[in-house]
Each structure stands twice: as structure tokens, then as C-alpha cells.
């Protein structure tokens, strides 16, 4: 039987490390809740569970295209600013 087609789909990461701080009144403990709850339902919303992940991103920058087959890349931080442990 043929694999069903995964749909293109954005997903949005929010700001730096949104789900590992606290954040004062106005937005309150759970201003991320949203996101959080949506993006752990993602791969139970799609037709089979993904087999691989295409990721384009403006975050890393080369003087050419560049195109990463890691299994396992390591994290880019470009944020600062952030209490010390969103960076673990």
C-alpha cells in the first residue's frame, strides 16, 4: 500500500526558549500554552508519523546554500538575553 502524502506544513517555533521561562503580567505563566499544546499534537495530526524532517530556517546564514544531513544537529543559539538554564 502506497504511503499517504505528508502535507507541507509550517511550524512555528516561538521565541527563543519560549516554553522554559517565566514571563510577568501581562502574558502570565502560560503565554506559550497554545504553541506548546499544538506543536505535541503535530505529528499525531499527520497522516503517518514523518520519516524526516525538511527544516528551512533564515536563522543560519552561509556565503552558499548549505544543506545539513545530521542526524542529530546540535542546537544554534542565536538569542541572548535568556535566564541560563533555556540554553541546556
Not at 37 to 53: H, T
Not at 68 to 76: Q, R, T
Request: with cysteine; hydrophobic share 40%; proline share 15%.
Amino acid at each position: 500500500m502506497p504511503a499517504s502524502r505528508q502535507p507541507a506544513i509550517f511550524i512555528p517555533h516561538g521565541g527563543g526558549p519560549c516554553f522554559w521561562i517565566e514571563f510577568p503580567p501581562p502574558f502570565g505563566p502560560h503565554a506559550w500554552d497554545k504553541l506548546r499544546d499544538y506543536l505535541a499534537g503535530l505529528v499525531a495530526s499527520l497522516p503517518e508519523r514523518p520519516k524526516a524532517f525538511l527544516v528551512v530556517t533564515a536563522h543560519w546564514e552561509t556565503a552558499q546554500p548549505t544543506v545539513s544531513v545530521n542526524a542529530k544537529p546540535g542546537m544554534l543559539y542565536d538569542y541572548y538575553g535568556f535566564p541560563e538554564h533555556t540554553y541546556k
